[in-house]
């Protein structure tokens, strides 16, 4: 079972007892749709019913970040990602991709791979340090905290805060709670931890209120996989041009990194690598070149 520590106690996202009820319910009863043939698109029937998850089960006092964070964002994933549209969609792609970014910038990472998969999740896969995995003073994985603790400040519910001065990495929790699935694999120290999620909730247990070995390797990174909910977005299926275009201006903005762009939803698929040790100067030397090529 799930090992509870401290304020984690009874609380619906890492009490085992309550997340291992709530899982093992149809996913449409945990959005309080009425049965889960009732496929209601874009999480209509889930704002019309609203929260009946676990009915009688949370006492009104009940106070979890993670679970109300979860619900926040599901609730408005507008606020956090801009919209349920195919913007918003691609935005988490660039949501995950930023924390690599921000690797790279520590110093600690060189490569990000950004890959479409052919079922429809995205992958991005980088060669940092990897998430630290160790115990967090809250007495829990410093991994589950990323994932689950809705970070404050975020950039479309406060314009205050849209400033370069580092407001990545915050997306991570938004991501996972809009995911119907989230793995996550930490190479690290030696080993390769794995974890796991569903529209945010955790579905692995923990040894000792730590992530499971699945392997040895000598690398070390981070890797994400994630299947956005087609409960809450209008359409699942990235947009590859928006998504590689954006990968290229980033690329341009970190002349030291190199990003690998893959789509496997293609018949052929498609591999772009985006390197531009020139920085911005290749940009503005690329758009006048694109310019000529239009007269
Ligand atoms: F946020 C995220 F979880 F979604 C995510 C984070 C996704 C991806 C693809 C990569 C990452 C990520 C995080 N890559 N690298 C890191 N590094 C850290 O979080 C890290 C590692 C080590 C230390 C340290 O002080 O030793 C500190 C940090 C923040």
Redesign the pocket.
């Given at each position: 079972a799930v090992q509870l520590i401290g304020k984690h106690f009874n609380c619906p996202v890492f009490d085992s007892g309550r997340s291992l009820d709530l899982l093992s319910m149809p996913a449409a009863s945990q959005q309080g749709r009425f049965s889960h043939t009732d496929h209601g698109k874009s999480g209509r029937a889930f704002e019309k019913y609203k929260c009946r998850y676990l009915p009688g089960r949370l006492p009104p006092e009940h106070k979890c970040d993670h679970w109300a964070g979860r619900e926040a964002v599901r609730k408005r994933p507008g606020m956090y990602i801009g919209s349920v549209s195919t913007k918003g969609l691609n935005h988490l792609i660039y949501?995950?991709?930023?924390?690599?970014v921000?690797?790279h910038l520590?110093g600690?990472?060189d490569t990000?791979k950004v890959t479409l998969e052919a079922d429809g999740s995205a992958t991005?896969?980088?060669n940092?340090?990897?998430?630290?995995v160790g115990m967090h003073e809250k007495g829990i994985s410093?991994?589950r905290l990323?994932?689950t603790t809705l970070h404050a400040g975020g950039k479309f519910d406060n314009s205050a805060y849209k400033t370069s001065g580092g407001l990545h990495?915050v997306?991570?929790s938004v991501?996972?709670a809009l995911s119907t699935k989230l793995t996550?694999r930490v190479k690290?120290g030696g080993f390769i931890y794995e974890d796991r999620y569903e529209r945010g909730i955790p579905v692995m247990d923990l040894v000792d209120g730590l992530l499971p070995v699945v392997g040895k390797t000598r690398e070390t990174?981070?890797?994400?996989n994630f299947l956005p909910d087609d409960t809450i977005f209008d359409k699942t299926r990235f947009k590859e041009d928006d998504v590689k275009s954006r990968l290229h201006e980033t690329a341009y903005l970190t002349p030291k990194l190199t990003i690998i762009f893959e789509d496997k939803r293609k018949e052929e698929p498609e591999k772009v690598t985006y390197h531009e040790p020139e920085g911005i100067i290749g940009f503005i030397k690329d758009m006048n070149h694109s310019k000529e090529t239009v007269h």
């Open positions: 949501e995950i991709v930023d924390n690599s921000d690797e520590a600690y990472c990000i991005v896969e980088d940092g340090r990897g998430i630290p410093a991994e990323v994932f990495g997306g991570s991501v996972n996550v690290s990174g981070t890797t994400i």
